[in-house]
């Protein structure tokens, strides 16, 4: 396999990061599962992401409020995937939350998932503009908590916290010592009953999805890389004896990373993100966050 297609290839685990990043700091949205999208047959990997909120909440009018009050999300993350078939796989992702709030801190497991890809479009040939497409299934389990359910005003949140079921697609294209890579998803979360002390009734939530764009420049052991990630959520409405309608949220997610592989079987990234430089976001609070994550790749 050429280079610079095991570097892309390699820096796909982020593609999933910069969606935690996002859930880590907004405490909402889907995580994109882990994918195989190169010639080998399984992989494993894990990070470790540190995000300082920056902007404390932006309200449904777009204004942005900070707070004196420090707040920083750590989030460990185990992910994997495995081969079925020549073009079939699956995968799973495990995410670990621990939030501090100036003194105080709370840790649990966020929401789990699970997926199963297929590769609908092959790049055997090296066609010279025909990308490799891997369209993928997932299921997210309710094992994190959603903002809504909070005791603690947010400070032991851990993701979205609903049943959800989505569908997506990687597009992932080399040339020489470039590469590019585009992906879309969409996913529908499931209502829950919740009794906490500041809320009863039937939590709502509706469809959710993400579109990411990255580019990247390969030298022998070293991958350059940016991308922006768009995210959008549906408004999470409420029937209790204090019904609300809800309001959207949206944000923008951008990534630089730099990836060093010494061979083709383990590689390491280390990624920078930052949520206030584009976009338009809504209901959602933004921060600027440092990933490290380790890859171990078995060819086939």
Not at 93 to 118: K, Q
Not at 147 to 156: M, Q, R, V, Y
């Amino acid at each position: 396999m050429k280079r610079s297609s095991l570097f892309l290839f390699s820096s796909l685990f982020l593609l999933a990061g910069s969606h935690a990043w996002a859930a880590a700091c907004c405490g909402g949205g889907v995580a994109s599962p882990s994918l195989i999208a190169g010639d080998h047959r399984a992989q494993l990997g894990t990070s470790l992401s540190h995000t300082e909120i920056l902007v404390h909440s932006v309200d449904t009018k777009g204004d942005w409020h900070r707070w004196r009050q420090r707040q920083q999300v750590q989030v460990l993350r185990l992910e994997g995937a495995q081969l079925l078939s020549d073009r079939s796989q699956a995968g799973f992702s495990l995410p670990v939350f621990h939030r501090i709030r100036d003194a105080e801190n709370s840790s649990g497991l966020g929401d789990v998932s699970t997926s199963w890809g297929y590769e609908y479009l092959t790049d055997w040939d090296y066609h010279p503009w025909r990308p490799r497409g891997v369209g993928y299934l997932q299921v997210v389990l309710p094992t994190g908590r959603s903002k809504a359910e909070s005791e603690l005003g947010g400070l032991d949140s851990r993701g979205n916290g609903f049943w959800a079921v989505g569908a997506g697609t990687l597009l992932t294209k080399t040339w020489g010592r470039w590469d590019a890579l585009a992906s879309l998803d969409a996913h529908r979360s499931f209502g829950k009953s919740i009794s906490t002390s500041q809320i009863q009734g039937t939590l709502k939530p509706g469809w959710g999805g993400n579109l990411g764009l990255g580019a990247g420049y390969n030298t022998k052991s070293l991958r350059w890389g940016g991308q922006i990630t768009w995210t959008y959520e549906d408004p999470i409405g409420l029937d209790g004896p204090s019904s609300s309608s809800g309001s959207l949220e949206r944000y923008a997610t951008a990534l630089a990373s730099l990836s060093y592989m010494p061979n083709p079987e383990w590689s390491a990234t280390l990624g920078y993100s930052d949520q206030t430089l584009f976009g338009s976001p809504l209901n959602t609070s933004l921060g600027r966050g440092l990933q490290l994550q380790l890859q171990r790749k078995w060819e086939r």
